[in-house]
């Protein structure tokens, strides 16, 4: 009986590094990863589905399965699509996964751009996309216009420039 017990904890000990190991390489070790926000944000560490959602100021808003707003950078390039947001900013901005599972938006304005360490982040109507870490709840929209370079996007890929009423 005792070899059994050793085999089975073997086994789980086996399973269990197998499954760190995984967890761990998944990251990249990177901090420009979903990884590296905040874990009050819904950071999607994992391409979540994206649709739209109806904003009392905002009207008609791109938003990830939580109900979280998502956000383009004036900072950003849209010809050829570049993320210029790492580090510091990106803790505070996560990157949106690239995903297929979209709702409600035309799949011709979907794409995604690499980044630096080599994730792929969604691209709408080639913006790369982002949520806030200080929306904490669905249907906020603390980042629109924050420091006049985050907007909110239409549908269409618009960016929304109206100040946050």
């Known amino acids: 009986m005792k070899i059994h017990t050793r085999v089975a904890s073997a086994a789980a000990i086996t399973l269990a590094v197998a499954a760190l190991a995984t967890a761990c390489s998944s990251g990249g070790g ?8 905040p874990a009050s944000s819904d950071a ?26 998502l956000y383009a950078f004036e900072k950003d390039t849209t010809s050829p699509p570049v993320s210029n947001c790492y580090a510091d900013c990106a803790a505070k901005w996560p990157v949106v996964p690239a995903t297929t599972n979209v709702k409600g938006i035309d799949s011709s304005l979907l794409g995604s ?8 982040q969604l691209t709408i109507k080639d913006h790369p996309v982002y ?19 985050w907007h909110a996007l239409t549908p269409q890929g618009a960016e929304i420039k109206t100040p946050k009423a």
């Open 30 to 37: 990177s901090t420009t990863t979903a990884a590296s926000a």
């Open 44 to 69: 999607a560490g994992a391409a979540g589905a994206v649709s739209t959602s109806s904003s009392p100021t905002l009207g008609t808003i791109i938003v990830n399965e939580a109900g979280h707003t």
């Open 113 to 120: 751009v690499t980044r630096k360490d080599g994730t792929k």
């Open 131 to 149: 949520l806030f870490a200080g929306d904490q709840a669905a249907g906020d929209t603390n980042g629109q216009a924050l420091k006049g370079v």
